[in-house]
């Protein structure tokens, strides 16, 4: 067997203990099933060899002295490409990509003068949708590109303190033609709603809405008295069904979004005209960090040490009123997210160093605890789709936990959405294979390699496109 199939099946192994116990006969159907496979992946070696799930492991810990002498010569094909978008000369910096599900837009920055481009491909045919328009802002560099149903944004940052720190600049997604830019201080929080683009200030004591087309200010609310601190846009089940490769989406449907004012108040408003729906207030030491969700305002309270507890606490904008105490969690904070209806998730580690990390989900409306579990990579990111709940590290590690906090998915190899109801696998061995993995019924399906390198890439549930040295490419993957 090749060397580098015996350091993936090595890998493999260590994976294999997420496994959950069961009778004799799912020990011989998974016996079986790894035979199979590893005949099937020593012969084609086209395939990413990982998968943890229910009733599956593609290791074997007592392996045979030799294969079969028969072995299946199947083999999964190379990736199609629907189409590849030249993207011009030179080496690709950085760059960040998203869709619509009619388009791939990408914004990159070029090595050779440091230019910031951004352009747009079809995804019915894989061909250019309309071509690069140079970003004039030599002295900010991209940082990522937003698309509504209006306008596509690009947002760059300075790395020097003469401009403003942030530029925004805005196009048609349908032609590419520049409709408005903007400059942005730090203190300015953004909100990319469907409706408007909300935008506050702490500094002014304002938050203001913003007509996606023009760029011209819809409404302005003073709050000068007590400024805002920071706006959250309410995330909903509708923006998780459109989670992709490069994960959760940062524009949102729900039309909703929430003001934190520094003396605590929480301001529930509508972002197409400003007004309000909602009032209430959190409780003096309440932590940075919070999570809208669900018609809920999920934070936590500030602890005297590092070891907690942390109280958990929901604040109700929707039917629910008033904050309460969810739970309680130990050691380290890290963060924490809305998980499914009615749920947040809440990541800690321990009290002093690095290690194992763990993750808790709290039904917010019965006050209990639903699940707890210890993440094997000392995953530290959550993001959620239909009540599934992938926890990552920073540094590779990833984790996919279902409704009742059974872990149904383990892998140290690069993984993401392709989208709600599948991941996508990259093998970073020499190869490059990718693999799906269906949510619901644990199938891998490998899919060979995809020609060329890739990086930052957007999907949907057919389709891959990442910029590529050769261009912005898509391929076919369903």
Known sequence: MPADLDEMFEALGRQADVLPLAGAAAARRRGRQRTLTRAVVSAAAATVLVLVGVGFALHDPHPRAAQPAATPTISAPDVPVLGTVRLGTGKIVTAYTTQDGVRAYTTWIRAEDNSSWVIAADLKTGKQAWPARQIVDP???????????SAVLVLTRAHTGSRPARGLFAFDPATGAPLWQSDATDDESLVFTHMRLVRSSRQKG???????????????????????LRLLGMTVGADEERIDRSGPRADLTDGRFVVITVGGEVQLRYSWNGDVTRFDALPPRTGGTMAAYGGWLFSHDEADDNGGPYRIRATGLAGETGTTIVGTVTGRFVTLAGCGPNRVCVVTAPKAGRGETAVTAFDVVKHRRLWEATSKYGGDQIATARGYTMLSAADGGYELFDLKGAR?????LSTGWLDAATLLIYAPDGTGRWSLWSIFDRKLTPLGKPPGEHFFCTSTKRLVACPTPDGLKIWRVG
Not at 208 to 226: C, F, H, K, Q
Not at 408 to 412: L, T
């Open 206 to 228: 304002v938050v203001e809405g913003y007509d996606w087309r023009t760029g011209a200010r819809s409404w302005r609310l003073d709050m000068s008295v007590d400024p805002p």
């Open 139 to 149: 002295e900010r560099s991209v940082e990522q590109i937003v698309v509504v149903p």
């Open 408 to 412: 149904i998915f383990a892998s140290d």
